[in-house]
């Protein structure tokens, strides 16, 4: 089977994506996988498909590297936007898009060239509640800078979802911080997080200014992660580090997050086309 697709970045976050829309593609693990991988096959933390959808303009149905169904990508969904309207799926700047997080809609600007270039995304409202983040956590307060033990270290740790867990733990210095060790062992973590957890380490750059890094459920280390950042924000509003607009830095680029008084986290950044071609799986 030979199957079309396009590679997409947003600020790093790289996806295979698939246009499902027309034929009802479906693949297994072991194909995502060998989609995914950097050296045998297009490369990327996922693949995301393309459905129609009864409840929105389209859906978001998205897989991480190592075939794992995943609910939600902020950087993957600014890219979703880009795919449909310059490939002509759409001509409309604010689709509405089922997510496994729920029904999000997209504000997307265009450059010289028509193409879209800017999307901010309308992620919806944190939730704070452990249990439906969910952890395995006594109470209903938030989750904010709390130490917990997990395998031989303490941690102060602070947990929102946005649709997928995440779990923040601010450092104070992040480039040097060893993510790649301590990553998968807060990920696996199930006494804590049943469902796996993407972690995130940050730190403080300035006023409303951090530096983020991402260890994700699923795909290891990534250049970035929209959700994430979303979290990261809000975490860090709740904490006192910063107000409620942020500029976060990651790896890949830079994502201007602003939890507006409404409670929805608002996640502005670029999407990229990098090229489209075919493969056999």
Not at 203 to 222: C, N, P, Y
Not at 224 to 243: E, I, K, P, Q
Request: with cysteine; proline share 4%.
């Amino acid at each position: 089977m030979k199957l079309k697709f396009t590679k997409m970045e947003g600020i790093g976050n790289d996806y295979v994506y698939v246009d499902a829309t027309k034929d009802d593609i479906r693949l297994s693990p072991e194909q995502i996988q060998k989609i995914s991988n950097r050296n045998f096959g297009v490369g990327g933390d996922g693949v995301i498909f393309i459905r129609k959808s009864e409840m929105a303009e389209f859906q978001m149905d998205m897989y991480n590297s190592d075939g794992s169904s995943s609910e939600m990508c902020g950087n993957g969904l600014r890219c979703v936007g880009k795919f449909i309207y310059d490939s002509g799926l759409t001509k409309n700047l604010q689709p509405k898009i089922e997510t496994g997080a729920g029904i999000l809609t997209l504000d997307m600007k265009l450059d010289s060239q028509n193409l879209v270039e800017m999307v901010t995304v309308d992620m919806g409202e944190p939730i704070l509640v452990p249990k439906n983040i969910p952890m395995i956590w006594d109470g209903v307060e938030p989750v904010m800078d709390q130490t917990k033990k997990i395998g031989s270290r303490e941690y102060k740790i602070s947990s929102v979802s946005m649709g997928n867990p995440h779990c923040i733990i601010f450092v104070d210095d992040t480039k040097k911080y060893p993510v790649l060790e301590e990553g998968p062992i807060i990920e696996n973590y199930l006494e804590l997080f049943p469902r796996r957890v993407n972690v995130e380490f940050v730190s403080v750059l300035g006023k409303d200014h951090l530096f983020q890094r991402t260890w994700e459920r699923g795909a290891g280390e990534t250049l970035a992660c929209g959700t994430g950042a979303c979290a990261v924000a809000v975490s860090a509003h709740l904490t006192g580090r910063t107000g409620r607009k942020v500029r976060i830095d990651l790896l890949g680029g830079t994502l201007y997050i602003d939890w507006r008084e409404n409670n929805h986290v608002f996640m502005t950044g670029p999407a990229t086309t990098v090229f489209s071609g075919e493969i056999s799986i």
